[in-house]
């Protein structure tokens, strides 16, 4: 009688952290819209220059298909197709949520939370979790810094965490059981979301040392290690295919160097000064420093607690060494590959981190649990401390958009000769200009507006002096060109 209400009573508290997990995106979404910003999820819109991009190729791709203009940086275009610099990965799996349900101003923020969601609830009907575990997780979602910010936003951060903890539910499930089946759906998994980011390859790495709980470094481990840097070349270059250039990149500096002496010198230089934004606490504000030691943190107490070094790889903990081994090269990659300012190491860090942590919950890893307890807490501290932070994070976010008659002029061409014909160029990258440019439109954005551009349409603050292109409207916000008809055929033909 006392073990059955035990039980029952044990269920009713698992189902009801189950639900609540499930349920915790739609919870901090609460939290930051209606209990900080006081204002309605349904009023918010894309306000960053990344997430106004985002938003318009998703609309995009909703409602024309692949059938639309170029996304690009100064008419820098893609090798096939005509997506931007974020790729095509990420802008899929939205749009799929478009065709579903509908792509309005607000429909990024309802999507990530979403998107969590379902991810929360494939980890709970995948893996049998703890109470105690379940419990703990709960909170570590519902204050995780990173997680708090992004909620409210239109960024595509939530997408990368939910594919993160879907990763490591599948990981966790394949480590206890060693079933191919959930080896071959991890492989295939890992390999669809290198198309989110490419640096997801790094994902494939724990599933080369799985041999019966241990690793052994033979020969089956080397030919298996040259297939996953062949495998994971392949991938980024399919990937590049269809990805506009950013100009702007680090990467796209250092390939175009001189020579072999200045692409090394701009390597270190670059690596160098990463690595001293990294460990200096005054670089960024304190919620960005926050996070970078959090990591460094993780990253030492894995490498310690895997027993790698003091057994010298003869005995060691694999769920440790699988953490450790995928933040230290996703940190090696970030400084030297990425950059280390401005939020952009904390973007592409945060969702790995979380999964890690994620992980080494599930595997009730005591010293992890502790460790980012406390962590969240001081991150929580420093959020109440640091209110400029959330206010960056939420300026302009529930401003509603003015709307630009001047914009309606654009037409999108059913069947054009080249993508360029759907494509406008502008150096006017906010809100009320991107939220009124028409579905199907290509943006490529530019501060030189000449008549050496391809693009059907320039719209532009100032008045231009252009030979190629004619004046069709203007108002107070700016004046719009379309290229002459005489022009178009042969200046906009794209390059076989």
Request: proline share 3%.
């Amino acid at each position: 009688m006392n073990s059955r209400h035990k039980t029952t009573k044990l269920n009713k508290t698992y189902l009801s952290l189950s639900l609540l997990l499930v349920a915790s995106p739609w919870i901090l979404l609460y939290i930051t819209t209606g209990l900080m910003a006081h204002q309605s999820v349904l009023n918010s819109v894309p306000c960053w220059s990344d997430e106004l991009a985002y938003w318009h190729e998703i609309l995009s791709f909703t409602h024309k298909g692949i059938d639309f203009g170029y996304y690009s940086m100064n008419e820098a275009i893609p090798a096939n197709l005509s997506f931007g610099t974020h790729g095509f990965g990420a802008v899929s799996v939205y749009a799929l949520f478009g065709k579903i349900f509908g792509w309005k101003a607000y429909s990024l923020v309802i999507a990530n939370a979403f998107f969590m969601s379902l991810a929360l609830l494939l980890l709970v009907a995948l893996i049998k979790i703890s109470t105690k575990s379940l419990f703990f997780i709960l909170i570590f979602c519902l204050t995780f810094t990173p997680l708090i910010l992004f909620s409210a936003t239109s960024m595509t951060e939530l997408l990368n965490f939910s594919v993160i903890i879907l990763y490591f539910g599948l990981l966790q499930k394949y480590m206890k059981t060693e079933e191919k089946k959930w080896l071959v759906l991890l492989i295939l998994f890992c390999t669809a979301i290198s198309f989110i980011r490419i640096i997801y390859i790094i994902l494939f790495l724990p599933l080369l040392f799985k041999r019966k709980n241990a690793f052994k470094f033979d020969t089956k481990f080397l030919i298996l290690f040259i297939f996953w840097m062949m495998f994971s070349g392949m991938l980024f270059l399919l990937n590049n295919r269809f990805v506009s250039p950013y100009p702007e990149s680090f990467l796209n500096e250092l390939f175009s160097g001189t020579g072999i002496p200045d692409f090394v010198s701009n390597f270190v230089s670059h690596f160098v000064e990463n690595t001293l934004n990294l460990i200096n606490p005054v670089s960024e504000n304190v919620i960005q420093v926050l996070q970078r030691y959090f990591l460094l943190f993780f990253i030492l107490i894995s490498l310690v607690k895997s027993t790698v070094i003091q057994s010298k790889f003869k005995k060691i903990d694999i769920d440790y060494f699988s953490v450790f081994l995928i933040l230290f090269l996703f940190l090696l990659v970030n400084l030297a590959a990425y950059d280390v300012f401005d939020w952009r190491d904390y973007r592409v860090l945060a969702p790995v981190l979380f999964g890690c942590v994620l992980y080494l919950m599930l595997n009730e890893k005591g010293p992890a649990i502790v460790s980012s307890m406390v962590f969240n807490l001081i991150g929580i501290v420093c959020l109440v401390f640091s209110p400029q932070v959330v206010e960056s994070f939420q300026a302009g976010r529930y401003s509603k958009p003015v709307e630009n008659k001047l914009l309606n002029r654009i037409e999108y061409t059913v069947h054009p000769a080249s993508r360029f014909e759907n494509t406008i160029v502008i150096r006017q990258f906010n809100t009320n200009t991107v939220l009124n440019i028409p579905a199907g439109i290509g943006i490529s954005y530019s501060e030189l507006l000449s008549d050496k551009l391809k693009s059907k349409y320039i719209y532009s603050d100032k008045k231009l002096e252009l030979m190629t292109y004619k004046l069709i409207n203007y108002n107070e916000t700016g004046y719009l060109y379309k290229k002459k008809i005489t022009d178009i055929r042969t200046k906009i033909q794209e390059p076989r």
